[in-house]
């Protein structure tokens, strides 16, 4: 595999339109290297008509649903990797709710519920890759507080974890962006890295479940 983690790289960009009972969320992606492969083997044979179908098991998550999608011929090796599909988030509204801008996101490895104390083994993980995400919010009613957007940045043995997110003003408003990087750096670790391991593993699972108090509809 490709050492340099961009060279593995998955981009995500998305627009997320919060409604009343359900948030609408329009999502791009892009993927290069041994990433764009492992994509196209976990999505062979899934033609055009079927590709949002194929996405369901890998991006939906409990009362978020791929409504649509479409994208390249991923049978075909010489085209990149990309793809687009737009999902519905059900929730069961209120004055004050938390939206999580990348449920749909996938953590780069299997990470389990829980770990075990020990290890006396080699750690092994897949691939380098670098993950990039954001999330465009259009915005009405009060600004996120500072706190809400506290950047996050955090780096370890194994990689690197980001989130942040900052109040735009374009053509179209304001809007809520939010960024989020994950870089899998080393793939190889003696048992003595344990802990960065599972430090690494926190990290990840705490950004990609981050949230924000949604706007006023």
């Not at 897949?126 to 507080?145: D, F, H, V």
């Not at 003003?169 to 890295?193: D, W």
Request: charged share 25%; hydrophobic share 35%; net charge neutral.
């Amino acid at each position: 595999p490709s050492v340099n983690p961009e060279k593995n790289s998955q981009i995500w960009k998305s627009v997320i339109l919060p409604g009343v009972d359900s948030d609408d969320f329009d999502v791009s992606f892009e993927a290069t290297g041994n990433a764009a492969s492992h994509w196209k083997s976990v999505l062979g044979g899934q033609h055009a008509g079927d590709l949002a179908k194929g996405l369901k098991p890998l991006v939906e998550r409990e009362g978020f649903l791929v409504r649509s999608a479409s994208g390249d011929d991923l049978l075909d090796p010489w085209k990149k990797m990309a793809f687009k599909f737009q999902g519905t988030f059900e929730h069961e509204g209120g004055r004050k709710r938390v939206l999580s801008p990348f449920l749909f996101l996938r953590t780069p490895f299997v990470i389990p519920p829980s770990w075990p104390e020990n290890r006396t083994f080699a750690i092994h993980l897949p691939m380098t890759t670098l993950i990039q995400a954001e999330a465009r919010i259009p915005w009405k009613g009060e600004a996120p507080t500072a706190k809400e957007l506290d950047p996050t940045q955090h780096e370890n043995y194994f990689g690197k974890v980001s989130w942040s997110g900052e109040m735009t003003e374009g053509n179209k408003g304001k809007e809520l962006l939010i960024r989020l990087k994950i870089e899998v750096s080393s793939i190889l670790g003696a048992p003595s890295k344990y802990g960065e391991m599972k430090e690494f593993t926190g990290w990840i699972r705490e950004a990609l479940g981050r949230g924000v108090f949604a706007p006023q509809i």
